[in-house]
C-alpha cells in the first residue's frame, strides 16, 4: 500500500508511535538505575535511623534513673533510715517515690552490700559493687538477672562525714515490651544481648542475633551490616553496635531491617515504570487517534443527540471543538435544543399551573400528594393537608357574576401565596376548592398556618362584593391517615365539620367518617348555617357599637383554641372552645349601645347593666346544637376566688371551657387595649395574668399561653388588630 493511500488517521499514528517507543525505552533504562541506588541509600538510612532511636531510648532512660537515684542518695530521712537499719521507714518513704518515679524497681543495701529494703520487682546488684567493695560514685550499669537484663542507676548514701554508708539502686527492665516499643518506633526487629543474655522484639529476632553472634566468633569478622536469610527465608540486613553505660559496661544491640520490602518495591518499581511506559504508549496512540477522530465525532455526536430530540429530550446540546466550522454548526444546534426545551417548560407548566390562579391543579396537587406522603414514611416525618373551600361561593357567582367569582379565586389563591413556606404546596383542587400539602408539619403548626390564613382572606375587602370567608379542615400523617385517599377524604371531613359549625373556621379531622348527608340533615344543616349566619350578624353588630372591641371574638376564638390545643384537648373540644370564643359576648347585643360605646370606666349602675349579658347570651343559644359551649358563654367572666359574676362561682364549679374562654378574653384585651388603658406586649400580658394565676385565672391555661408565646409567633400575629401580620412564614419550624 502506497503513502498516499493510507488513511490520515494512520498518517498521524505511525510516527508517533516509533518516536514515543524510543523515548519510553530510554526513560525505563535511566530511571531503574537511579531507583536502585536510591533504595540502598533508602535502605541504610532506616538502619541509621533505627539506631539513633534505640540509643535515645536507652540513653534516655539512663538519664532519667541516675537523678532519681541521687535525689534519693542525698535524701536525710533515707539516709537516716539506712544508718537505723529503719525499715519500715524507708518503705514508707520509698513506696510514694517509686509511684511517682514510675520504676521497676528501688532497692537500698548497706556498705557491706546487705541488702536492706526492696520495692518492686527483684532488682540484683550489679558484680561490680562486689568487686569494688561497694564504694563506688554514681554509676549506670546494665545487670542481668535470670533472664532478665535491668538498666541499673546506683548513688552511694554517705553519712554526714562523708563515710559510705550504703547505696541506692533504681531500675528499669529492658523487657520485651520496651523493645517492642522501639521496634514501632523503628520499623526494625531489635535484640539486645547482655551476659549471653538475648532479649528481642520476637523469637525469632532472637534466634537470628544469637546465630549471627556466633558467626561472629566463629569467623572473627568486624563488618557489622551484613545481608542473611531469615529461616523463614525473608533476607534482611543485620547490625550490631555495642552501647556502654556510664559505669562502663555495655551491650550489644543487634537491629534486622527487612529488605524483601525494598526488593519488592524494586520489583513493583520496575513493573510500575514498565506499566506507565507502556501506558504513555498506549496514550501516544490514542491520542494520535483522537486527533484524528477529531474531524468526524462532532458530526457523529450531533446527528445521535439529533436523534435523542426527536424522541422528546430536548436538553441536548454540543460541545464546542475549537474548529471554526464544526462550532458554528453546534451553535445553531444548541439555539435550536434550547428553543425546543423552553416550549417545552411552558406546555409543562400549563399542564400543571391553574390558569385562573396561578397556583398548582388538581393533576400536580396527586402527583405531589403521592410523592411527598411516600417520602414522610421514608424519613418518618409528619405531613399535614389543609382543604378549603369559600363560604357561599355559589351566592357569590349568582350575586355578582362568575367574573367577580374569579376575583375571589384569585384573592384567595395571592393570600395562599403569601402565606405559605417555599416547601408547601398551594393548589386549586375544584372550582372554589383548594388545598395546601405542608411537608414536615404537625397538625398544631398547621392549625396556626390555616387560622393565619383564614384571617388574612376575612380581613380583605373586594369590590362590589366585599367580605368573603374560608372554612378550613386539617389532617395528618400519619395521625389521621396513611395513604393519599384516606388523608384527602379525613380533611374534608374536617373542612365540611367546620361548614357545619357555622363556617369561616378551621377544625382538625377528629375521626368521624365522611358520610353523604341525608336531605333531613341537609335541610338542618342549611337551616343551622343561616342561624350561625344570623349570629355572626349579631356579634358584628354588637362589635360595630364599639370600634374599639373590633373582631374581638373571633381573636378570642383563636386564642383559645391555640390553648385548646396546647393542653391537649381533642379536636371537637378545641372546635367546642372556638364556637365559644366566637359566641362569648353575643348576649351584649342587650346592653344599651351608650354603655358598650362608653371611652371611660363605667357606673356602678351602668356595670349591673352588663353584668346580665353572659345569661342573656345563654338564652340566645338554647335550642341549637351549640349545647357544649353554653356553659362557657354563661360563667365566662367567673373567676376561681368567687369574686366574678353573674354567679360568684368558684374552683372547679367553672367549667374548663368558661375558665379558658375567661383567660383567653382577658388576654386579648390587655393585648388590644382599649380607651381606658394601653395595649400592652403578649409579654407583659402573661406576666400580668400569672400574677392572678390560680387565684382568678386558670393556671394551666396560662401556663399554656407562656409556652405558645415562648415556641412560636401566633399570639403576636393576633395581637395586630389594625393591620395584617407581616411575618416571614418561611421561618415557621418544620417540626414542632
Same mark, same amino acid.
Given at each position: ?141 546494665? =545487670?542481668?538477672? +535470670? *533472664?532478665? #537484663?535491668?538498666? %541499673?542507676?546506683?548513688?552511694? @548514701?554517705?553519712?554526714?562525714? /562523708?563515710?559510705? $554508708?550504703?547505696? =541506692?539502686?533504681? +531500675? *528499669?527492665? #529492658?523487657?520485651? %515490651?520496651?523493645?517492642?516499643? @522501639?521496634?514501632?518506633?523503628? /520499623?526494625?526487629? $531489635? ?546
Amino acid at each position: 500500500m502506497r503513502y498516499q493511500q493510507i488513511d490520515i488517521r494512520k498518517k498521524i499514528l505511525i510516527p508517533i508511535v516509533l518516536i514515543s517507543f524510543v523515548g519510553v525505552l530510554l526513560t525505563v533504562l535511566i530511571t531503574l538505575h537511579l531507583m536502585e541506588v536510591q533504595s540502598d541509600q533508602t535502605v541504610k538510612k532506616e538502619i541509621e535511623h533505627a539506631k539513633h532511636l534505640i540509643k535515645e531510648a536507652l540513653m534516655d532512660n539512663e538519664a532519667r534513673l541516675m537523678p532519681e537515684a541521687i535525689m534519693l542518695a542525698s535524701d536525710v530521712s533515707i539516709r537516716e533510715g539506712v544508718e537505723q537499719k529503719d525499715s519500715a521507714a524507708l518503705v514508707r518513704k520509698l513506696i510514694p517515690v517509686k509511684v511517682t518515679f514510675n520504676v521497676d524497681g528501688i532497692k537500698i543495701i548497706d556498705a557491706k552490700g546487705t541488702e536492706i529494703i526492696r520495692l518492686g520487682s527483684s532488682l540484683p546488684t550489679p558484680s561490680i559493687l562486689v568487686n569494688a567493695g561497694f564504694d563506688l560514685e554514681r554509676v549506670a550499669l546494665f =545487670v542481668r538477672s +535470670g *533472664n532478665e #537484663i535491668w538498666l %541499673t542507676a546506683v548513688a552511694p @548514701i554517705r553519712s554526714r562525714d /562523708g563515710k559510705l $554508708v550504703g547505696l =541506692v539502686l533504681v +531500675g *528499669n527492665k #529492658i523487657s520485651k %515490651t520496651l523493645i517492642k516499643e @522501639i521496634k514501632k518506633g523503628t /520499623g526494625a526487629d $531489635v535484640v539486645i544481648s547482655f551476659d549471653n543474655l538475648f532479649v528481642g522484639s520476637s523469637s525469632a529476632a532472637e534466634e537470628e542475633a544469637i546465630n549471627h553472634s556466633y558467626e561472629e566468633e566463629r569467623l572473627d569478622y568486624s563488618n557489622n551490616l551484613t545481608e542473611i536469610h531469615t529461616m523463614d527465608g525473608e533476607p534482611c540486613l543485620i547490625d550490631r553496635f555495642d552501647l556502654k553505660t556510664s559505669g562502663g559496661n555495655k551491650i550489644k544491640v543487634y537491629t534486622l531491617t527487612s529488605i524483601s520490602h525494598s526488593n519488592q518495591a524494586k520489583r513493583d518499581n520496575a513493573i510500575a515504570i514498565l506499566s506507565v511506559s507502556l501506558a504513555a504508549l498506549l496514550v501516544s496512540i490514542i491520542v494520535a487517534y483522537i486527533v484524528g477522530y477529531q474531524v468526524t465525532k462532532p458530526i457523529k455526536v450531533m446527528a445521535k443527540r439529533a436523534r435523542l430530540i426527536a424522541e422528546g429530550d430536548y436538553k441536548q446540546r454540543i460541545d464546542y471543538s475549537g474548529v471554526r466550522e464544526i462550532d458554528e454548526l453546534a451553535t445553531s444546534f444548541n439555539i435550536m435544543s434550547e428553543a425546543l426545551e423552553v416550549n417545552r417548560q411552558c406546555l409543562e407548566e400549563r399542564a400543571y399551573t391553574d390558569s385562573l390562579t396561578g397556583l398548582y391543579n388538581h393533576r400536580y396537587f396527586q402527583d405531589s400528594l403521592t410523592n411527598e406522603l411516600m417520602r414522610s414514611d421514608r424519613y418518618k416525618h409528619p405531613l399535614s393537608l389543609i382543604v378549603i373551600d369559600i363560604d357561599d361561593f355559589k351566592k357569590v357567582n349568582d350575586n355578582f357574576g362568575h367574573k367577580k367569582g374569579d376575583t375571589a379565586l384569585q384573592l384567595l389563591a395571592d393570600r395562599m401565596k403569601a402565606q405559605v413556606r417555599e416547601t408547601d404546596i398551594p393548589c386549586r383542587i375544584g372550582g372554589e376548592e383548594f388545598a395546601i400539602i405542608l411537608p414536615e408539619t404537625t397538625s398544631y403548626e398547621a392549625y396556626t398556618v390555616a387560622e393565619r390564613l383564614r384571617m388574612d382572606v376575612a380581613s380583605q375587602t373586594i369590590p362590589d362584593i366585599g367580605k368573603i370567608t374560608i372554612s378550613l379542615g386539617i389532617s395528618t400523617f400519619p395521625d389521621h391517615a396513611t395513604d393519599k385517599e384516606s388523608i384527602i377524604e379525613a380533611a374534608d371531613v374536617a373542612m365540611y365539620h367546620s361548614k357545619r359549625n357555622g363556617k369561616n373556621m378551621t377544625s382538625i379531622y377528629n375521626g368521624e367518617p365522611l358520610v353523604k348527608l341525608d336531605p333531613q340533615e341537609d335541610k338542618w344543616l342549611t337551616e343551622e348555617s343561616y342561624y350561625m349566619d344570623m349570629l355572626h350578624a349579631l356579634i358584628s353588630h354588637v362589635e360595630a357599637k364599639d370600634q374599639s372591641v373590633h373582631s374581638h371574638s373571633e381573636r378570642v376564638s383563636m386564642i383559645a383554641g391555640l390553648i385548646g390545643l396546647e393542653l391537649g384537648l381533642s379536636p371537637n373540644q378545641v372546635e367546642h372552645l372556638r364556637i365559644a370564643g366566637l359566641l362569648h359576648d353575643i348576649g351584649k347585643i342587650a346592653v344599651p349601645d351608650y354603655i358598650l360605646a362608653k371611652s371611660e370606666p363605667l357606673t356602678e349602675e351602668e356595670f349591673e347593666k352588663l353584668k346580665p349579658h353572659p345569661i342573656i347570651g345563654e338564652q340566645i343559644l338554647q335550642g341549637t346544637r351549640l349545647q357544649p359551649v353554653l356553659k362557657a358563654v354563661l360563667y365566662h367572666h367567673e373567676r376561681l376566688d368567687g369574686s366574678g359574676y353573674p354567679y360568684g362561682l368558684k374552683g372547679d364549679e367553672i367549667p374548663l371551657y368558661a375558665r379558658i374562654i375567661a383567660d383567653a378574653d382577658t388576654f386579648e384585651a390587655m393585648i388590644s387595649g382599649r380607651p381606658y388603658h394601653k395595649a400592652m406586649s403578649v409579654e407583659e400580658s402573661i406576666a400580668k395574668l400569672k400574677q392572678d394565676s390560680g387565684t382568678k385565672f386558670d393556671e394551666d391555661a396560662i401556663n399554656a399561653l407562656d409556652r405558645i408565646a415562648s415556641r412560636d409567633d401566633s399570639l403576636h400575629c393576633i395581637a395586630m388588630t389594625s393591620k395584617l401580620c407581616d411575618i416571614d412564614i418561611n421561618d415557621r419550624p418544620l417540626t414542632a
